[in-house]
């Protein structure tokens, strides 16, 4: 195949990557899902426009294995601990390219992920998970282990990234892109940084490889017989008993810091009864005995307490605002909440609780 007399390499994900319809629909996606602009300045509404006017020399770079990506721009966000989550902002090119690659990446390594996993995948929703962890408590799995990894995406080794992405990915042309990506670097108050370790948070094509790297992880706990549900980096195993969940939190530390080179978080992981342990902002509940009730779900209450927060905000008296934009705030807060936690078969109780 040649595109303007260049010869692109023999590759059919190649191909699939650098089609019109492939980089269009990328940049389709880019400007919906919109967000602050990287180092070029560029927002990403204008993602459309700025393919038309720079695709050829996109495309150029890419199979002439000369594209060269800008580093990210580090953005810090306030967490509700207090804490800050650092995000990296990628140019809105870098964006079309990476949300490009995960197009054709996605169905090339979605049929290896486990189906224990719900984090960032086709068709498959944090509902979806927090209905497993029901099912194991209702099936008499009563304790479970909460593991906490520290700073997962920033620890990710990208060694041992490579190997798994080649283990399933033989295109190196592809595989070039995502080392480039990988080594990009941030800047950081005018100062720029190299990345030996990490994917960043912000860019297209990190939740992908995210799974790409825990993958090995669900793999063996699935060898091991276990019930464990994971999402990203969120992940519950669960357990009929207490010995058994302190040995699972033992084993499943010592693979994920030994094999995958992450750090368990020792303060926050913990081997507990699953009734009241907490999972994508749920608290799980039994009704009837441990052994034989029905596992259900209430929304945890620091997200109850965030909720009333903000509708206090929304209602203040001197606000300026009409009634009807009351409402409507209102309204649009209570349908995106209740959308979320509808799980928990909450209405009834919420209105209790507010």
């Given at each position: 195949m040649?595109?303007?007399?260049m ?6 994900l190649?191909?699939?990557l650098v089609s ?9 996606k880019?400007r ?11 927002p ?5 426009v700025y393919?038309?006017?720079n695709?050829?020399?996109?495309v ?5 294995r ?7 721009r ?26 490009a ?13 486990s ?26 799995y009563?304790?479970?282990?909460d ?12 060694d ?5 992405v ?6 190196k ?10 080594k990009?670097?941030v800047?950081?108050?005018?100062k ?12 297209p094509?990190?939740?992908l490889?995210?799974?790409v ?8 706990m ?5 019930r464990f ?12 008993s ?5 040995r699972v ?13 992450l ?7 913990e081997a ?9 902002g ?12 029905r596992?259900v779900c209430r ?9 009333k ?9 001197n ?9 409507m ?14 799980r928990g ?10």
């Open positions: 040649t595109r303007e007399g010869a692109v390499p023999n590759t059919t190649c191909e699939k019109d319809d492939n980089l269009t629909k990328a940049a389709k880019v919906s899902n919109d967000g602050a602009p990287g180092i070029d300045g560029i990403a509404e204008d993602a459309l393919l038309l006017k695709q050829e020399r996109i150029s770079e890419i199979i002439t000369k594209y060269k990506p800008s580093p990210v580090r953005v810090e966000i306030p967490k509700a601990n207090g804490k800050k989550r650092l995000l990296g902002i990628p140019t809105v090119r870098d964006r079309i390219v990476q949300q690659m995960v197009q054709v990446l996605t169905p090339v390594f979605e049929p290896t992920f189906d224990f996993s719900f984090g960032y995948r086709p068709n498959r929703s944090a509902e979806d998970a927090v209905r497993l962890a029901q099912l194991y408590m209702s099936e008499g009563n304790h479970v282990v593991l906490d990894l520290s700073q997962f995406f920033d620890t990710v080794n990208h041992i990234l490579m190997g798994l080649d283990k399933d990915m033989e295109d042309d592809i595989r070039r892109l995502i080392f480039v990506f990988l990009a670097g800047l950081y108050r005018d720029l940084e190299e990345t030996e370790l990490g994917v960043s948070q912000g860019n094509l990190s939740p490889l995210a799974n790297y825990l993958t090995p992880f669900d793999k063996e699935e060898k091991r017989g276990l549900v994971r999402y990203a980096d969120d992940c519950q195993l669960f357990t009929k207490d010995y058994a969940a302190a939190m033992k084993n499943a530390t010592k693979y994920l810091e030994n094999k995958l080179k750090k368990v978080n020792v303060e926050k992981t507990r009864e699953a009734e009241g342990s907490c999972f994508l749920f608290t799980f509940m039994t009704l009837g005995s441990k052994e034989n009730g596992g929304p945890r209450g620091k997200k109850i307490e965030s909720l927060e903000k509708l206090k905000v929304i209602t203040k008296r606000r300026g605002v009409s009634i009807h934009q009351v409402i705030e209102i309204n649009e807060t209570m349908l995106g909440w209740l959308a979320y936690y509808a078969n909450i209405l009834t109780w919420l209105m209790k609780e507010l």
